[in-house]
């Protein structure tokens, strides 16, 4: 098939069944139809969807250096016709190009790089921020298959280019040791075989007057989270048998059975160990406490005690030297530290400034701020201990320190992941944000940041983008505020957990 075949790269009659539409229709027919029928009801992307955009886009950005002649088609913001003309026109002058658009039988794809290779044949390369091939990438590159195809290009072969996950940055970033190319041929051409019969059946959902009804389930969160899921979940009632701990398909198949809520779940249903917990803890409306096993894990705790929580960010691109893709660099910490029984918690706290790899400067003030006795008590223990491993491997006169620290660690999620205290307004959940109110009755809901992930996105902003210095010590203050409280509030659970024991 030569480049004279091209003649299907025709506007065609709407609907135009793009590739992420034809992924929402590959998850959910009711995605699908609300797509092109009621998109007034699709929320609008969230904070965190777009940073992951921004940085795929930043990936894709990178990937373009490895074709330094290549025509970039998605650098113009053309309208629908003008971006087809483009591509046809492009694709005579025989170059690697991005972002080249074709329709056919009502299918639109832009790969991200098509590069010429023989004399008419081309490549198809997708690039991903993934650190591996994921089948929905393989769906992905089928649809865009079948549409370079079925237009009258030859197309050869087919790569995924992923990120190399043991990429180690060292000066410049080097593209091609950073990208890792997988041949997907083969599985990509067993796929476009099924690609137009599905096309079919999306364009059959779509012209329907109603939306399907179609039952929640896995498929919701699979490969992605549906944007519709706020929607479709509406009906279930707090406290519903999705919020099991560790539920998994479980709560569908209780679902499925007309059973919604925790409280409704029979006695012949068959549950785990801690859900039996969690089952006994809403039917009954209290708390379940274990005391004797509260009591042992208090017992361990040796004065002083530091309540240390760490906040990191990362980034596909590694933005410092001796460091990897997506690896988590601490910027901030908060240390609260109760010297004895009943003293008031001393605060110390770090947050990096300037655009610098923060890691030295934390490691010294951490070292500094720590009492060299005592416990040192996180929250989810292998987080903090997997930061520190790393910092002292870039820095190795933190090693012997750091080995100290971590034999005085203790992990304050381990009772409530154990189910030594369940309430049942956790809702399934041992996480920070659901033990804290439900043991203290305070919570993170005054805050202006509320969670780890908007603090790594607000820290990231203000610290690497021109912002006016006014939202930058506004949002510094907020970090203060955010990562002080995770800290402070391990202390009042202490606390509160030592009531427990004893007034039992």
């Known amino acids: 098939m030569g480049q004279t075949t091209l003649t299907h790269a025709v506007t065609p009659k709407p609907p135009c069944l793009t590739k992420s539409k034809f992924l929402w229709g590959t998850q959910c027919q009711k995605l699908l139809w609300h797509a092109f029928n009621a998109p007034n009801q699709l929320p609008d992307t969230s904070a965190t969807q ?29 309208g629908f016709q003008q971006a087809l ?5 492009a694709v005579k002058q025989r170059k690697p190009m991005f972002e080249v658009g074709f329709v056919y039988n009502g299918a639109y794809a832009r790969a991200d790089i098509l590069n010429p290779v023989g004399q008419d044949a081309w490549d198809i390369i997708e690039v991903k921020s993934s650190t591996s091939v994921k089948d929905v990438n393989l769906v992905d590159l089928a649809f865009q298959a079948f549409v370079y195809n079925g237009s009258g290009l030859n197309i050869r072969r087919c790569y995924i280019m992923h990120v190399n996950s043991d990429y180690v940055r060292r000066g410049a970033i080097d593209p091609k040791k950073f990208f890792k190319p997988v041949d997907v041929t083969t599985q990509v051409s067993t796929l476009s075989r099924e690609i137009e019969t599905r096309a079919d059946d999306m364009f059959s959902v779509i012209r329907r007057k109603l939306s399907p009804e179609i039952k929640i389930g896995p498929h919701c969160g699979d490969p992605y989270d549906c944007p519709l899921m706020d929607l479709c979940w509406a009906f279930l009632p707090e406290q519903n048998v999705t919020t099991l701990y560790r539920a998994g398909k479980k709560a569908f198949t209780l679902i499925n059975d007309g059973v919604l809520a925790v409280k409704d779940i029979p006695a012949t249903f068959k549950l785990t160990e801690n859900q039996q917990l969690q089952h006994a803890a809403v039917l009954s409306g209290k708390p379940y406490v274990d005391r004797p096993a509260l009591a042992a894990f208090l017992g361990q705790l040796k004065y002083p005690l530091s309540f240390l929580d760490f906040e990191t960010f990362s980034t596909a691109i590694p933005m410092f030297n001796e460091v990897c893709p997506y690896q988590q660099v601490p910027f901030q910490y908060s240390l609260h530290v109760v010297n004895a029984p009943g003293a008031k918690p001393e605060h110390y706290s770090f947050l990096a400034d300037g655009r610098n790899d923060s890691r030295p400067a934390f490691m010294r003030q951490l070292k500094a701020d720590l009492p060299e006795t005592g416990s040192v008590i996180v929250y989810n223990a292998s987080f903090e201990q997997g930061r520190l491993k790393e910092c002292s491997e870039l820095l190795p006169e933190f090693k012997s320190w750091k080995q100290k620290v971590d034999r005085r660690v203790v992990d304050l999620l381990l009772p409530f992941r154990g189910f030594r205290y369940y309430h049942p307004s956790q809702e399934g959940s041992a996480s920070m944000k659901a033990v804290l109110p439900a043991l203290t009755g305070r919570s993170y809901d005054e805050l202006e940041i509320k969670e780890g992930g908007t603090a790594s996105m607000e820290y990231m902003r203000v610290t690497f983008s021109d912002v006016p210095d006014a939202e930058r010590r506004k949002v510094r203050a907020a970090l203060e505020k955010y990562c002080g409280l ?6 009042w659970i202490v606390a509160e957990l030592r009531k427990l024991v004893s007034h039992g």
């Open 50 to 78: 777009q940073a992951i955009f921004d940085q795929g886009h930043e990936v894709g950005a990178l990937a373009k250096q490895l074709y330094p002649e290549g025509i970039d088609l998605g650098a113009e913001d053309n």
């Open 85 to 89: 003309a483009a591509s046809l026109a």
């Open 486 to 491: 995770d800290t402070e509030g391990m202390a």
